[in-house]
Each structure stands twice: as C-alpha cells, then as structure tokens.
C-alpha cells in the first residue's frame, strides 16, 4: 500500500494515495510504527480539502514516533532534515528551522536530506536559503523532476531566480559545452548526407534504367 499511495500522490490523486497510506500504517495492513508511513499518509491529506486536522494529527504522530529514534541519534542527517520537514508543514518554524540549520553541515553529500531543507526554508519562509539548499542537492544528484512535481514548490518554481539559479546553473564546463555542439553538428551533417544518400539510392531504384541518348 505505500508504494501504492507513492505513485498516487505522484500523479496527484490525493484522495486515494490518502486512502493507500492510512491502510500502510494500520495494523491488519501495514506498520503502525513506521514514522515515514505516518508522514507519507499526512502529506496526501494535506493536499485532501477538509482533511487538515487529520493532517496535522498525522504529522503530530510521526513526530512523536521520531522523538526516541533522535533521542539516540541527535546527530542523524536524515532524521534530522525529515523532523525539520515535518515540523516546517506544521507551522512550527522555529524548531524547524533550527533542526534545519544542525542538519546543513552534517549533510554531505546526501542530496535528498538537502532538498528536505530546501522544502523546509521555503515553508518557513526563507526562499534565499531554499535556493541555497535546492542547489546543492541537485548538484549532489537529486533528480531535478522531483523538485518540478513538488506541490509545495509552485511559487518558488515561479521565481525569476528559479530559471536562473536552477534551470540555469551550468551543468558543463565551456569545453564539454563546446564539444557536445560540434557532436551534435556532426550529427546534423551525418544525418542530411545520409538522408541525400537515401534520397538517391530511391530515385535509382524508381527508374532502373538509364536515361536514352547519349554518347
């Protein structure tokens, strides 16, 4: 039922991914203690008109399923970011934003936990700081279509800083750039010679026999 709801959610069927994750955490089908499930079932009903409470009571169980695993691991990257997530969909800013700002140094290069903070800031208000966070995890992989099919992320996508901070950020150094463009010219010319060669080999077989007349 989790991946379920995950393709759901994805597609934006919030409903019925609602519906596929409250039946991952419920004990005939899934894991009541699964923090992430929890999270995963608050997400959709967010996105559910009328089903905030729920939502939020969603949240307030997947944190207190966090509190003893941070407990034991205060410094843990992952939970740290995800408790910043939660607490930021919460409203609650400033834990969230302190938990954001203890993960940044320890995040490496785990990508994913980056763009949790980027989600974090820009919930909180801290687009500047998104940006920063947003960034830094593409630049350690994490897969641009995730941050284009983010419902949270559709007025930061209309920032003007978006296309050129992060549609426009450089991928390749000027000589790969360079290089990529006569690969694709050479491309281009092999691909109309070839289209000539063709065109040729079929006006041939059009009309087999020569033309009469000549020497």
Not at 19 to 34: I, K
Not at 90 to 117: E, I, T, V, W, Y
Not at 179 to 185: F, G, P
Request: hydrophobic residues 45%; aromatic residues 8%.
């Amino acid at each position: 039922y989790s991946n379920l709801g995950t393709v759901l959610f994805a597609l934006g069927r919030y409903p019925e991914a609602a519906d596929a994750f409250r039946r991952a955490v419920s004990p005939e089908h899934g894991s009541p203690n699964d923090y992430q499930r929890w999270s995963n079932l608050a997400d959709a009903l967010r996105h559910v008109p009328g089903r905030e409470e729920a939502a939020t009571q969603a949240y307030v169980t997947t944190l207190g399923l966090m509190a003893p695993l941070l407990a034991r691991a205060p410094d843990d990257v992952t939970l740290l970011s995800r408790a910043a997530l939660v607490r930021a969909k919460l409203g609650q800013c400033d834990p969230a934003l302190a938990d954001a700002d203890r993960a940044r140094p320890r995040a490496g290069a785990d990508g994913d936990a980056l763009f949790r903070l980027a989600h974090a800031n820009e919930l909180c208000g801290r687009r500047a700081a998104a940006f920063d966070d947003l960034i830094a995890a593409l630049q350690r992989g994490y897969p641009i279509q995730f941050v284009l099919e983010e419902p949270d992320l559709v007025t930061l996508r209309r920032d003007p800083r978006f296309q050129k901070r992060v549609l426009g950020e450089p991928i390749l150094s000027e000589g790969m750039a360079l290089w990529l463009m006569r690969i694709v010219l050479i491309a281009a010319v092999v691909g109309h010679v070839w289209s000539a060669v063709v065109l040729t080999r079929q006006d041939w077989a059009a009309r087999p026999e020569k033309y009469a007349g000549g020497r």
